[in-house]
């Protein structure tokens, strides 16, 4: 059975649906590329799989249950961690209280700081730092360092790469192949096709609500470059 299994899944805001009939799996392991233009529904969609947001119909099942009735801190609790777009820190929290936030999850703080602060040491130098005035680059190895606290069985990235420098990019890029490589199941929502499809063991194309394709790599990265790209 897989991972994540999401069937006939829509979703509103007030009256107007922006996901229709949405059915998409991620296996144990699996890292899934969701690529597409913009406000084709794919932040709404990662919304809807974290239980931040309803959804009007379908069924979310994770990893053996039904989760569609749940809410956010119970599918945290069931493994699904999330990075939302615009990277889902508190600004006005310090490093420190930005990762204290992951012991809810069960874990000691000072073994969150060891796990942190060992994979991103940039991290410990600006431990007192509020989180908001780090740069971009800083702020999305915060937001990684509290998903590889509490390792998670599936992981939701959603446009890591937004407003950072193309290193910077591939620099954090490297440490979501290292917790791939560790096992565990990744839904990447990137605009940067060529960043992510080489990471990726399958990709899926969302457009106006509704996921379009679904395949390798390399056959999706042909359709984006025929259709999506135009030519
Ligand atoms: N809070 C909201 N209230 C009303 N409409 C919304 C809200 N959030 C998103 N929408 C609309 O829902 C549609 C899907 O938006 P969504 O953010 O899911 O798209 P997206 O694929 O993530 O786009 P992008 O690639 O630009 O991030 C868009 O038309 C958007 O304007
Ligand atoms: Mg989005």
Redesign the pocket.
Known sequence: MALLELSGVSAA?GA?E?VHDVSLSVEPGEVVALL?S???????LMNVISGLHPPTEGTIHFDGNDVTKTDAPERVASGICAIP?GRGIFPNLTVRENLRLATYAGVKTADVEAIAFDRFPRLAERKSQLAGTLSGGEQQMLALARAFVVSPKLLILD?LSMGLAPLIVEDLYGRVAALASEGMALLVVE?FARTILPLANRAAI?AHGVITHVGDPATIEAELSSSYLGG
């Open positions: 805001y107007i922006v597409g913009n406000g084709g529904g794919k932040s709404t777009e446009e605009q969302m």
